[in-house]
């Protein structure tokens, strides 16, 4: 039998799949509680706007804007298994490896898909790439845009993501767009 998506049973695997990426949309960055806010952002709103700037990023850094996305894209798809874990928890759990859950998430899938997800995730993990630095780089300015975002409608004890978001930006152009936000209220758009 072919592990194609044509055949029933990697058409099922996928369709399978797809309901459990659906997961990240319930899922919520479970950090935000702890800081105060009611109803932090679901993972799956976290990971789009990721994309998206990782995609700015690799643009300015002379990289591919649409393998930075992908990478971003999948970057915390292992969150459907583990739930979104905050920092405050790295004492008291050993951190899951990625690339396992990813392998245990994709193992049903057809060989292509499997693949596509297995090797995007591994390459964000590496950081090898400029793409998969501009999508580590996209992870982290989303939370500090967050923060701010946060910050701004009166949730006060962000000052712990800022900093984490702004320490360790791999891509000098991340390192400028965290200066600039730090500098712009969130609406700051509506007149530039």
Avoid: N
């Amino acid at each position: 039998m072919t592990d194609s998506a044509t055949s029933a049973t990697g058409a099922t695997a996928l369709a399978a799949f797809g309901y459990e990426l659906g997961v990240l949309k319930r899922v919520r960055r479970s950090g935000w509680w702890q800081a105060g806010v009611r109803d932090p952002e679901s993972v799956a709103e976290h990971s789009l706007r990721a994309a998206q700037l990782a995609a700015l990023l690799a643009a300015e850094e002379g990289a591919s804007p649409e393998r930075a996305a992908f990478l971003a894209l999948w970057h915390d798809t292992q969150e459907t298994r583990t739930g979104d874990l905050p920092h405050s928890a790295g004492p008291y759990l050993v951190k899951p490896d990625p690339r396992a859950i990813t392998a245990d998430q994709t193992a049903a899938l057809p060989s292509r898909a499997r693949a596509v997800v297995r090797e995007a995730v591994d390459e964000y993990e590496a950081r090898e790439s400029t793409e998969a630095r501009c999508a580590k780089d996209a992870d982290k300015l989303e939370m500090l845009l967050q923060a701010l975002e946060y910050r701004s409608s009166g949730v006060s004890t962000v000052d712990e993501w800022v900093d984490s978001a702004c320490a360790g930006l791999f891509t000098s152009t991340a390192r400028r767009l965290a200066t600039a936000a730090l500098t712009l209220p969130p609406l700051s758009w509506r007149t530039l």
